[in-house]
């Protein structure tokens, strides 16, 4: 069974600050996806990531696919409250029609 | 936007009723999916369907049931509900972006079964 493990489970901190993120599994992904939730909403996509060492920018957030496509992370720097949600990576399979969800990330940020 | 609706929204019932839920999609999207959210355990996969009448299982499908007789639709039904399936369910479908099967979203459904 593939499995996601997403660290840290929960996450406050300043205005300002900078964090990161972090997606592992022993499994090798053809592909990984980052989410944002926000609360009463669906997972709504930020960036997928398909080749090792990949790393993608969306303003203030960095995601880098780890080399043997097994990891992944998030950073944002100068975090703003309205980056507050609940953070989701996800993977897909090498050769199956679905994606394996992580349990989930809480971003809180405090003014 | 993927164009998914889900209804209805919000539903709350009672311990062995039949619960129905709609997913509606405008895109002519081939796979469907049906996910519960519940704290500590994040998205889990219900069932999904790769077509007309084409529907798998996924990892918590025990007391749930699908059906998919048209592509823009996707059932899921439990027969009889249970206060353990108190949750929120996600419709998704699966698009191709950026390279790599992506899966978007719509609302959600609250179900609360007392």
């Known amino acids: 069974t593939q499995l996601l493990e997403q660290s840290p489970q929960f996450l406050s901190i300043q205005e300002g600050e900078n964090l990161t993120v972090y997606c592992n599994s022993s499994?090798?992904?053809?592909?990984l996806q980052w989410y944002r939730q926000e609360p009463g909403e669906g997972p709504v996509l930020l960036v997928t990531v398909v080749t090792g060492g990949e790393v993608k920018k969306l303003k203030r957030l960095t995601f880098q696919f780890g080399d043997a496509r097994k990891d992944s992370s998030l950073h944002i720097t100068a975090a703003q409250p309205g980056d507050t949600g609940l953070y989701l990576c996800a993977g897909a399979a090498l050769s199956a029609s679905k994606i394996i969800f992580g349990s989930g990330t809480r971003l809180s940020i405090r003014p | 936007d993927a164009g998914i609706t889900q209804s209805p929204r919000h539903k709350v019932t009672e311990t062995g009723t039949p619960v129905t839920l709609r997913c509606h999609q405008t895109?002519?999207?081939?796979?469907m999916y049906w996910y519960r959210q519940d704290p500590g355990h994040g998205l889990r996969l219900i069932h999904y369907s790769y077509g007309v009448k084409d529907t798998d299982k996924g990892e918590v499908s025990d007391g749930y049931s699908v059906s998919r007789s048209k592509t823009e639709d996707f059932l899921l039904t439990l027969e009889s509900a249970t206060s353990s399936q108190t949750s929120v369910y996600f419709c998704?479908?699966?698009?191709?972006?950026?390279?790599?099967?992506?899966?978007?979203f719509g609302p959600g459904t609250r179900l609360t079964v007392l």
């Open positions: 499994s090798v992904f053809s592909s």
């Open positions: 895109e002519n999207h081939r796979y």
């Open positions: 998704a479908i699966k698009s191709l972006a950026g390279g790599a099967d992506t899966q978007y």
